[in-house]
């Protein structure tokens, strides 16, 4: 089993910048892919961001050029930097930890952008 956790979200300006924190627990040591999803109100919840184990990133095309996945291995923690902020980037964003295809999600961070 695995917990994750997420924090850092908040209010912003468009066009400012916001980290968002993810801490995995319980058996890190299986998590093959750490990832980001998004769900905006009254829309369906979206793909953000994922990191492998080998580093290897990848974003939806919504989100390249403006955001960083990464990890801090000491810390256990993986990151979402989020720049270039958009109102229609307002949304829960939910952390997940993947185990053998089965995700682990988050309680979720709310982000909110103001035009």
């Known amino acids: 089993q695995v917990q994750v956790v997420e924090s850092g979200g908040g209010l912003v300006q468009a066009g400012g910048s916001l980290r968002l924190s993810c801490a995995p627990s319980g058996s890190i040591f299986s998590i093959n892919v750490m990832g980001w999803y998004r769900q905006a109100p009254g829309k369906e919840r979206e793909w953000v961001a994922r990191i492998t184990q080998d580093d290897i990133t990848n974003y939806a095309d919504s989100v390249k050029g403006r955001f960083t996945i990464s990890r801090d291995r000491a810390k256990n923690t993986v990151y979402l930097q989020m720049s270039t902020l958009k109102p229609e980037d307002t949304a829960v964003y939910y952390c997940?930890?993947?185990?053998?295809?089965?995700?682990?999600w988050g309680q979720g961070t709310q982000v909110t952008v103001s035009s």
């Open positions: 997940t930890a993947n185990v053998r295809g089965r995700d682990f």
